[in-house]
């Protein structure tokens, strides 16, 4: 018979294992810290009273007996391996092949894919569902029994529910970590008790596992991620992907997201996705794995001494990478707008296969926000191409000689006077820091580069350097003297200093003005946004050029202004709805506004309604999505400055006049099977770039989104395609398309490749 204590016991036990579970592996928890505890305490004073009724499987266990003496040791039977790895999607590609040709020719084949977990690799024993063993991996063949230690850890069941498919022997392994916010307040505890803090999460949880105290180890905040049954148990399921839902199922915390497919270029996309969602995850991810899904195949496959044959660790080049290093300087930039941007200048360090020496540092807010001082050491991440970035200082390795950082009252280049707006709540750069003057020749360099940039006009050779030459020897006052050099003046122009000059060279000269010269024909959407206009990105310049046949067309748009006026006319009528006034006899008319007081006729109301009505009606049908009137007042307002006036007049003068690509294409470039469908393109195409397929797709009449709806009649795939846009494309039913094709489309004459 059992005793009230005894239910209770059990009930107890059921409850806390239930809401761990809740909290630890659904990430969902139903209960405060506060009633868990609660339950917690009321357990540990039951089993107290009733220490018959105590056993190993009980949560109370989880606050750590006894210190150890030391660790005794375990073998792994076979031994946790390391993964092979690739570097490439290439690399990935030669895998899948490998397979393919060792796998019989009627092997289905699918993958999974899952993130690789930056922890501390464990094994778990459980027999008739009771864990009986935890061991670290060691050197792969053995390891420390560190049972009393996991037993403190919450996200780790102690007792497995019956379940038919939990076999008598069962061993698991995965990977334990200390999660970010956890291992932050550590080392403030730490820090605050005057104890060495750890450098990394990683460290953190290797030194805590290490613990002969084990109730040490219960107040660290560790957690665990099981990714894989070991291969001697015998397992009734035949599937990774499969046996990943089940551990789930049993109470196993897995990895928060795994996929499954069938071809490898779509676990490429699938790791690229998932690189994307690590910033959620509660650990460090340092790669993605992607497995065979089937089990059995595993076993055919074999490993070598250091590698199971079934697997793979992607960890591309252009993944993110962290390291640390000192912060010499604090340097500032003045951007094309006039914004100062601070600039780290670093001791150099060698991350991610370049030596960095620089990278940004955001803005002002950020760096006090982050406490960055000067001479600190600091963490800087940097993912492929991406500029490197400072993420945050590490405040426990300052000795004493740091600065803050505080931005100079003058330009550093024209040592005008800065200034910092307050106010226009639609434009996050004014409450920046800008030098306000003009004619400021940093200003004038960074907004020549832009003119040329890649989605901007695309002018070969027109990189930092020479623009800042060409600035500095007076011959650019602004983007559009380019079209007005003098090429022998240009080769003159010297690239260095008076000390060490470098001339540009008749060469270099005659290339730079042959890609002005092609510039002059470019769409209207790639000059409206090389000309800097503000609030004007590609999108918006995408747009205008949708519905606006010329420059000039834009600069007196009669749909902007409508767009304006709407805006306007909506808030008058609002305000002049003689309803309002009725609704809240409450007011005190004195406290109204002139506008308020004035007695509403209805006649005056409907005028406004009229006029209102009249302007919706022209708007009506028209795309206008990222034309909203805040945008759209300030390119008028622009147009209507003397620098758009300027710019008007000059290209005018010039003889340019970049056309809208839908009105190119009443100029027989219309091409069957692109005119008037909308295309979407995704992922990194061979022969051209994403911004160049889709303006030849615009010069072709056809038009371009940024994602895949119900509209959408083509998706053009590249390498690392977007996995949303795949998977939307194939909901609905929307056909693909690769480069090759795409290139086909374009120009139907073109041979296809060969080899
Ligand atoms: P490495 O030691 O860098 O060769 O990586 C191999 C180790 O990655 C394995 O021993 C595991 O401990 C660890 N690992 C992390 N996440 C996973 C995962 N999802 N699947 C397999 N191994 C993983
Ligand atoms: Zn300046």
Known sequence: MTSRAEQRIAQLRDLISHHNRRYYVDAEPEITDREYDDLFDELRSLEERHPELATPDSPTQRVG?????????????????????????????????????????????????????????????YEHGLLVLAATRGNGLTGDNITANARTIRGIPLQLP?????????????????????????????????????????????????????????????????????????????????????????????????????????????????????????????GAVIKLDRLTAWDRLGATAHHPQYAIAYKPRHWLQQSQTRLRAITVQVGRT???TPVAELEPVFLADATISRATLHNADDIQRKDIRIGDTVVIERAGMVIPAVVKPLPEKRIGTEKPFAMPDSCPSCGGPVRRRSGNAHDRE??????????????????????????????????DIVADAL????????????????????????????DKPRIFGPKNADRLMAACNRARRLPLDRWL?????????????????????????????????????RQQLEEAVKAANPRRHHKDPKSNPADASEADRQPRTNDAYEELKKQYDAVNQRLAGRDLTDLGPVAAGAILDFFQSDAGCRILDRCAQLGIKPQASTSARDEAITREGIAGKSFVVTGTLENMSRTEAESRIRAAGGSVTAAVSGKTDILITGANAGTTKLQQAQKLGIPRMTETEFLALLDPNRKPFSG
Not at 216 to 244: C, G, M, N
Not at 434 to 440: A, G
Not at 535 to 557: C, D, K, M, W
């Open 430 to 463: 004014e409450t920046a820091w800008r030098c306000e003057n003009l004619q400021c020749p940093a200003q004038k360099t960074r907004r020549l580069v832009h003119f040329g940039s890649r989605a901007a006009l695309d002018i070969e050779g027109l990189g």
């Open 65 to 125: 007996g006894e210190p150890l003496r030391g660790f005794t040791h375990v073998t792994h039977r076979p031994p946790m391996l390391s993964l092979d790895k690739a570097d490439s999607p290439d690399a990935l590609q030669r895998f899948d092949l490998r397979l393919r040709k060792t796998l019989p020719d009627d092997e289905k084949i699918s993958y999974t894919v899952e993130p690789k977990v930056d922890g501390v690799s464990m094994a778990l024993r």
């Open 162 to 286: 019956a379940d038919k498919l939990v076999p008598d022997f069962l061993e698991v392994r995965g990977e334990a970590y200390m999660d970010r916010t956890g291992f932050d307040a550590l080392n403030q505890k730490l820090a605050a008790d005057g104890k060495k803090t750890f450098p990394s999460a990683r460290n953190a949880t290797a030194g805590t596992l290490k613990q002969l105290d084990p109730r040490i180890v219960a107040k660290r905040p560790l957690r665990v991620v099981i990714y894989a049954i070991s291969p001697l148990v015998k397992w009734p399921q035949d599937s990774h992907y499969e046996t990943l839902q089940t551990l789930k199922r049993l109470g196993f915390s897995v990895p928060h997201n795994f996929w499954r497919c069938t071809t490898m270029t779509e676990a490429l996309s699938l790791a690229e996705e998932c690189k994307q969602q690590a910033d959620r995850l509660p650990y460090d991810i340092d």
């Open 529 to 565: 946004y090389a000309l800097a206009i503000p609030g004007v990105g590609t999108v918006t310049a995408r747009r205008l050029a949708e519905i606006h046949p010329s420059l000039n067309a834009v600069a007196q748009s009669y749909l902007l202004a409508d767009i304006v006026k």
């Open 471 to 498: 600035v500095r020897a007076d011959l650019i006052e602004e983007p559009l003297d380019l079209f007005e050099l003098d090429t022998s003046r240009l080769a003159r122009l010297n690239l260095g200093t008076t």
């Open 338 to 340: 006039g914004t100062l």
